[in-house]
């Protein structure tokens, strides 16, 4: 009936992929950007399909034709660099975090749905241990909140609970749960720096999968922990951690895997005492995607010692 409607082959290749027929979903996805060649989500569709592929280099190419276009886009020169494996940025930078959850914020939580997301579930069911009650006393953060999918999860623990995330269309969407006390655009490391001994838990469900090194974001939600807080969060599991001398390793979807040594060696570096379980956390064409659930404990305060006569 529309042989040339553009969002109609998007939706058919994305069903395409999930069935293993890349071949297929690279052809329609083609068919996008030849009806509207600057379409961002198609380019970056096309490229992750000649990854799946192994066609690297002619992922590689998408972005570049998209680079030579608009040479600061930040969502290509995150993914060229994703693809490549050449100039890998330490995190995802606040323009790619910001353009890509703003795009598609208002379909995000059917999308997740469709993707069995489990991330808030799994990071709920780590707050929830023996010696935590769900009695509104606690102060916690969710930290890079989204549209919230933890909010209500978590909040018959909170006191208060705060929500920050650097995309602004996600906010409106957590603002509408009526769940959160505060929500604030910001960059997670920035805010958890400056808020030390703000809060008791610190949860992150699918967040640190954009950071590589993790280091200062750990320290600095350790800081922000009180004495015998917990930080809980996901991250995807790097599996082949020979191939990553770091702990950690970007993939050409854009988000980086993470070791659990690695995580050990981080955590226990920030005087966080670890308990990490294995998990899925979704599908991703069609496959489940192999997680880590974190949950890092802070040591209680040092009983003060009686001043000797």
């Not at 959850?101 to 208002?106: N, R």
């Not at 489990?118 to 929830?128: E, F, H, I, K, Y």
């Not at 951690?241 to 390793?249: K, P, Q, T």
């Not at 955590?267 to 974190?294: H, T």
């Amino acid at each position: 009936m529309r042989p040339d409607h553009s969002d109609a082959y998007t939706n058919l290749g994305i069903l395409l992929n999930g069935q293993k027929r890349t071949h297929e979903a690279v052809v329609c996805f083609c068919k996008v950007i030849t009806f509207r060649p600057k379409h961002p989500e198609a380019r970056r569709l096309l490229a992750l399909a000649h990854c799946t592929l192994g066609e690297v280099d002619q992922a590689v190419g998408v972005f570049e034709e998209w680079l030579k276009e608009e040479p600061d886009h930040p969502i290509a020169r995150h993914m060229i660099a994703a693809c490549s494996g050449r100039d890998v940025p330490p995190r995802a930078s606040d323009g790619f975090i910001e353009q890509t959850f703003d795009s598609f914020a208002g379909s995000f939580d059917a999308k997740l749905a469709q993707l069995l997301y489990r991330a808030p579930a799994l990071v709920a069911g780590m707050l929830a241990a023996p010696d935590v009650e769900a009695s509104k006393s606690l102060d916690v953060l969710d930290a890079g909140c989204g549209t919230g999918l933890c909010g209500p999860l978590i909040a018959p623990y909170a006191r208060r609970l705060v929500g920050v995330d650097l995309s602004a269309r996600m906010l409106a969407q957590a603002e509408a749960r009526n769940v959160y006390d505060e929500l604030v655009k910001r960059e997670l490391t920035a805010y958890l720096r400056d808020s030390p001994g703000a809060f008791d838990v610190v949860v992150s469900a699918d967040t640190l999968v954009y950071f590589g090194p993790l280091e200062g974001v750990v320290v600095a939600a350790a800081d922000t922990l009180r004495p015998g807080g917990r930080l809980i969060f996901t991250v995807e599991e790097l599996t082949d951690a020979g191939s990553a001398d770091a702990g950690y390793s970007i993939s050409p979807h854009g988000r980086y895997s993470h070791s659990r040594r690695y995580l050990e060696r981080v955590l226990a570096d920030a005087n966080l005492r670890p308990e990490i379980i294995p998990a899925e956390l979704r599908l991703e064409a069609g496959d489940p995607v192999a997680g880590l659930v974190v949950r890092a404990t802070k040591p209680p305060a040092c009983p003060e010692q009686p001043e000797k006569p």
